[in-house]
């Protein structure tokens, strides 16, 4: 392996190379990490013999989903129920009105959050 490159387990052969399905190389970074979007290959580690699972992100609000107004919440860059609970009022946030200012407290008293 030199710098740049990472290892690819081809599922299926990209067209016009020379891989060989079922079994890994080495590639240069940029070119594996297209066969994998593609849905040529997985990364893997030849050492421990095993795919390498991408990180998984954490998620960037604990909005629940059926929370009132996420949507515009999330647009307004309010990503989190403790920003939330300190605002005064909702209705500073374009797309909330009222309606979702009454429902938002609402559902934080039944959520007791």
Not at 23 to 45: I, R
Not at 89 to 110: A, F
Request: aromatic letters at 12%; one cysteine or more.
């Amino acid at each position: 392996m030199s710098k740049g490159q990472i290892c690819i387990r081809f599922n299926e052969v990209p067209p016009g190379t020379n891989y060989i399905k079922n079994t890994h190389s080495w590639v240069n970074k940029s070119e594996g990490e297209k066969y994998v979007k593609q849905g040529f290959g997985v990364l893997y580690d030849p050492t421990e013999k095993k795919e390498i699972k991408p990180k998984t992100e954490k998620p960037s609000t604990d909005l629940p989903y059926d929370f009132p107004g996420r949507s515009h919440f999330i647009d307004a860059k309010i990503f989190f129920i403790k920003d939330i609970k300190l605002m005064k009022d909702y209705d500073q946030i374009p797309g909330v009105g009222q309606s979702i200012e009454s429902k938002v407290i609402e559902y934080l008293k039944k959520h007791k959050l």
